[in-house]
């Protein structure tokens, strides 16, 4: 799958999806196409996204306790096209791949390394935490309702964030030391094949063709 134009398609998809009023059955095209191309790893996909949709199902109950279900419906329909066609194309994707996806549409050099290095403190960020939970578990740690827990948990805030401003200074180093310019370099180019082109068309296709109101 050619990455930036799976962007561009990504792009389109969400903003007919979340700019209109019903859910309409075109919208479905191009994910059963990625579903098909994401067939072996479907499993995996669908479990990131029963995950992801703790928030979507708070809101849609929410939005139900006012008594409006099908604008629920909508909501929650809407939320999961637009969440699961994200994962369909960034499944196995590194954020090196996203930003040097980006810098190949032109998005920008600046924007393409921001939307890395946040993507990489991220991950860096959840590791640090994952490793201080496993650290405070060995030691027999037992949350409670005590001031002793509140301490041990801003005490782990806090180490969170210097280790993260420790990390930005030393990258910042190295950026000077090994004079980086602002610009991701790679060799690698990717091909348009047929099924990034039948993508493309069916992400324009459903600003068009209205088949059916699911919901």
């Known amino acids: ?103 190949a549409l032109k998005v920008g050099d600046k924007m393409s390394a921001i939307v890395y290095f946040c993507a990489k403190f991220i991950g860096e ?14 030691r027999g740690f037992v949350p409670k309702t005590s001031l002793f827990t509140y301490k041990i948990y801003a005490n782990l805030v806090a180490m969170l964030f210097l280790n993260a401003f420790d990390k930005a200074q030393i990258l910042e180093k190295t950026f000077i030391i090994r004079n980086f310019n602002g610009k991701f370099y790679h060799h690698t180019k990717q091909k348009v094949g047929i099924f990034d082109i039948i993508l493309l068309l069916l992400c324009c296709f459903i600003y068009f063709l209205n088949i059916k109101v699911v919901l």
């Open 1 to 103: 799958m050619n990455l930036p134009l799976a962007l561009v398609c990504l792009v389109l998809f969400s903003f007919k999806v979340a700019l209109s009023e019903a859910i309409n059955l075109s919208f479905f095209f191009p994910v059963f196409l990625l579903v098909f191309f994401r067939f072996k790893e479907i499993l995996v996909i669908f479990k990131r996204l029963i995950f992801l949709n703790l928030f979507v199902a708070i809101v849609a109950l929410s939005v139900i306790l006012y008594g409006d279900l099908h604008q629920a419906g909508v909501i929650f329909l809407r939320s999961n096209l637009i969440i699961f066609f994200s994962l369909l194309i960034f499944h196995s994707r590194s954020a090196f791949d996203v930003a040097t996806s980006l810098h």
């Open 125 to 138: 960020f959840r590791s640090e935490f994952l490793r201080l939970k496993k650290t405070l578990k060995v």
